[in-house]
């Protein structure tokens, strides 16, 4: 445990140590070796595989994407569940109790995080390792945190990705734990196929996931450390969030989302999410919701990935760059229409593109 | 009313004898006789700039924003109201009611439409301004519709810009009324300062609201029809609606929404209504929240334009309209990852393009 801890955790590493051993690392292994070895399992080379298209040199992007379109067609067997919660709603220890609950019934685990703070926060890689201690140690749980240093969408990309890599290695659940701020869910949420909010009660937190938009995207939603003292604030706020749920539209899925409690000391509710989730990928499954969905998502990520590719392109352009704070401040100043002054900004473009 | 009406209806004339009408109109009058006409409340003029800005035409387009340019330092001092609600919620009727009220006072009322549909169904156009009879006649109002045959970006692009005319030319009320389908909304809430949903009472249909989003948006929500045998009715769904409004984030106005019963035929209500805009209006002045969303709306129709049109000329372009379908669907079929694909086609553009 120590020693992936340290792995996986640069600060502890004199920079141009860990700079060689990644490059041996990435040299050792042709694309076939990867390839073969994610699919027979090899947890060392799928993490190996997993920090190749986490690179953002490009020198190693044909690479990793030979191995992402080989693993393609040996993946996609999985389920993918998306767990979401504010810090402190015990996200951690809920993954941990109910992924220990799905490798006893011999299922394969991998969980990732989409954390685009983790750069900041470097210790969070270490902290979820440690909370997740019993996981951690199970050889049917693979766990791997959020690429460093990245933005939101660099982020998503990887860990789309990754999904890919852990199911070509056999892994039938893919859990994937957003830190529940900012646009995280949103990306989790695109790429899964069951979404669960972990609550807890207390002073109008269970409101937050309502007004932050979180409770639309629920499939289901878990009122979380429903123990001691505390299981009758539980069942309270469990009513309230199935009264909120029935404001929200009828799901696609034709799926109606329920709240229940849960304890990852008393284990009660695991096994309950455990048949909800069941429930779910039967009924989606029989009604075609499941792979339009996917197709969807795949669909989403392509277009998602050209339009913020277009805009960065745009943006970074030196002479839109050098125009864009001055155009900015004279259409919110009602100098020229926002119109006439994006016209102007396209032309500048399009004539030094062509 | 019969003349205005078939100027306005082109399905009554002959195509090329419009055609001439319309480039007769045009060359008509030089840049600086429309904006002297506009800024000295000449309602025939503003009309033809209207005609002006909505044109397609590519020549056209200087001079437009020659025009809106230089009336947005006469415009900026109105009020822009957004209203919404499903079809038979009483819009029209409602419009006209609040119109006179306000005309009755001494203020000048310019009534919009966004109607990406009023292409299809001709007749809207007609329709409005047979339902809104009275405000019709009353000088201090000024109802246009929609143009026709646009696509949602079309119409709202040219309805943000037709506001600014109106302004110059003195209307202190704009009204934006959406057809409440869609995405209409979504662009009359990007350019108004108050947002207001028209509901009725009936089987279900205030849920639709809360459902489709719309509610979010509201500052206020009024229940229409309240009359009659309908007055329970209308009172019960008002409670329920107030009630659901808790429901919702706090605004960054600061603002609490309130839903009211309203009765076009009573009177009942339009009092209260345009007291809780004045309300809101005087609250976001104070504390900067007014100013501060409309140079928000400027920028984000500054971003909005450019993100289309990049879009557009990616997707428009020969190559890529070649390529698409077929990459979409091997995304779908998972035969090659989103951001592999995504990349092929960037590389295929970007080559092409310089």
Redesign the interface.
Known sequence: MNKEANEDNPKNFNPAVLKKIQQARKMRLSTEEYISGIISADITILSKAITLIESNNPND?ADA?TI??AC??K??KSIRIGITGVPGAGKSSFIEVYGKHLTSQGKKVAVLTIDPSSSISHGSILGDKTRMEDLVKDSNAFIRPSASGETLGGVA?KT??TI?LCEAAGFDTIIIETVGVGQSETAVHSMTDFFLLVQIAGAGDE?QA???GIMEMADAIVINKADGDNIEKAKLVKTEMNR?LH????KKSGWSPKAITCSTKTNEGILEVSQIISEYIESTKNNGFFDRKR??Q?????LE???E???Q??FNHPQIQEALEK??KA?????????????L??ETY?KN??
């Open positions: 992007f994407n992402i379109n393609l067609p993946a996609n990309r789309r990705e890919t409101l309502i007004k932050r909120a404001y929200f539209p009828q197709a969807e795949n669909e989403y990520w392509l990935t050209i339009n590719n277009l805009k392109d745009f155009t900015k259409v919110q100043n009602d100098e020229t229409s926002p119109f006439a002054a994006a016209q900004l396209l399009f593109k062509s």
